[in-house]
């Protein structure tokens, strides 16, 4: 069955330190999609990235990169430079090609940037 | 091009009414899904549906129901309210092409607020 682990409930930096949110994920097949999701405050998810099971590289994005490993079933989302507006809750989630529900999100990490 | 919209953004309702949510999706998008997030459960999947036809359902009562009309715009419904269906409900869309290998982009979301 499908299934996301992110077990950082809350974390709390300081401006400008790195942080790092982790996923962990469980599927039987062999084809998925990770993707990773920000919610400000005002309740809209955000799509940040979608990464297919068959491209492990990893990917930077501004301030923004990720690090996918298949052998550890984990897609870990990195912010360098943390800055305030960074604060929002992280959602790390999983598709199946085959499954029943289009998306399956982990519980989330809420992320307090302090200036 | 205009994003997913929710209407309405807020909503209050007493115990034993019934509601309805609507979803315009990105234009072009055939997929409408619909999750519900609470800080207990998280983001649970309702249903989906695509070029009006339900695709895949989530584990929730019959009291919840949806419907797509031939532009691609949603509607969901739960009747005879209870106080825990207070919740932020999301409104997903996505090219939907291929089942469940196209990003989800989502609305800001309709707080309902039962009373």
């Known amino acids: 069955a499908q299934k996301v682990t992110q077990a950082q409930t809350e974390i709390s930096v300081v401006e400008k330190e790195d942080v790092t949110l982790d996923c962990v994920y469980e599927t039987r097949d062999t084809t998925y999609y990770l993707f990773w999701y920000k919610q400000p405050p005002s309740g809209e998810l955000v799509f940040l990235i979608r990464r297919n099971s068959f491209d492990e590289q990893n990917e930077i994005s501004g301030r923004y990169s990720w690090n996918f490993q298949k052998s550890t079933s984990s897609f870990n989302f990195t912010i360098t430079a943390s800055q305030v507006v960074d604060s929002a809750v992280y959602f790390c989630?999983?598709?199946?090609?085959?499954?029943?529900?289009?998306?399956?999100f982990g519980k989330g990490t809420r992320l307090s940037v302090i200036a | 091009k205009a994003g997913v919209t929710q209407t309405p953004r807020y909503l209050i309702k007493t115990r034993g009414q019934q509601v309805t949510l609507s979803c315009s999706p990105i234009s072009g998008h055939r997929s409408v899904s619909w999750y519900q997030q609470t800080p207990g459960q998280g983001l649970q999947f309702l249903f989906e549906y695509f070029s009006e036809t339900q695709r895949n359902k989530g584990n929730f009562p019959g009291r919840f129901s949806g419907r797509q009309f031939s532009n691609s715009r949603s509607e969901m419904n739960v009747s005879t309210l209870e106080l825990g269906d207070s919740a932020l409900y999301l409104c997903?869309?996505?090219?939907?092409?291929?089942?469940?290998?196209?990003?989800?982009?989502f609305g800001p979301g309709t707080r309902l607020t039962v009373l």
């Open positions: 997903a869309s996505s090219l939907a092409l291929t089942g469940n290998t196209d990003t989800q982009y």
């Open positions: 989630a999983l598709s199946e090609p085959s499954g029943n529900t289009p998306l399956v």
